[in-house]
């Protein structure tokens, strides 16, 4: 069964800081990709950031990259330079192909202050 | 291109009733998935669809159901409405070729059950 696991519910980050943001998962497959979504008050998922998991090179994009431990099942997302309007919800997510279904972490709220 | 797309966005139902939420996938996307998410947790997988067929469910009961048309458009139903079905309603869409299974999603439906 695909899990996946954040374990810090709320974080805060100064205004032009870096923030980053950890994430585990569990999954039984070998062909997997996965995401961080942020979700602010409007509540749309938006997409942040993407990894597939046969690629060894970790994906980035613009302010995001991520952290990306294959054999640690370790997924993290640091955010660089903050800015207001990155703060709200994000959430993990892991997909494999056969599941056909994202599997979602709890979710972290990160405030960034001015 | 417009986004996936999903109406309406906030409806008020009694218990009891029946509601229909509706997604339309963006263009030149088959797959088109349901999530819930209620308030303070991570979206919860409901249904996938890939043409027109069931390809995946979600641990929900029979008072959901879901199907999906030549257009690729899809429709989510709930039966006998309960109180603990108000939440947000996500449908997704994704394409292996267009998008390397990258999943995006609508701004969701607001469902509350008084």
């Known amino acids: 069964a695909q899990t996946v696991t954040q374990s810090q519910p709320e974080m805060s980050v100064q205004e032009a800081e870096t923030v980053t943001l950890s994430c585990t998962y569990d999954?039984?497959?070998?062909?997997?990709?996965l995401f961080w979504y942020k979700q602010p008050p409007s509540r749309q998922m938006i997409l942040v950031i993407r990894?597939?998991?046969?690629?060894?090179q970790n994906a980035t994009e613009n302010r995001f990259s991520v952290n990306f431990q294959k054999a640690a099942k370790s997924f993290s997302l640091k955010i660089s330079d903050s800015q207001l309007g990155d703060a709200a919800m994000y959430f993990c997510a892991s997909y494999q192909g056969g599941s056909e279904k994202l599997v979602f972490g709890k979710g972290m709220k990160l405030t960034v202050n001015p | 291109d417009a986004g996936v797309t999903q109406s309406p966005t906030h409806l008020i139902k009694t218990r009891g009733q029946h509601v229909t939420l509706r997604c339309s996938p963006i263009?030149?996307?088959?797959?088109v998935s349901w999530y819930q998410q209620v308030l303070g947790q991570g979206p919860q997988f409901i249904f996938q669809y890939y043409e027109k067929e069931e390809r995946g469910r979600g641990n929900f009961p029979d008072r959901f159901s879901a199907r999906q048309f030549p257009n690729y458009s899809s429709e989510l139903n709930v039966n006998a409405l309960l109180l603990g079905d108000s939440a947000l309603y996500l449908c997704a869409s994704r394409s292996r070729l267009i998008s390397g299974n990258t999943i995006y999603f609508g701004e969701g439906s607001w469902l509350t059950v008084v």
């Open positions: 999954t039984s497959e070998s062909d997997y990709y």
């Open positions: 263009s030149g996307h088959k797959s």
């Open positions: 990894q597939e998991a046969y690629k060894q």
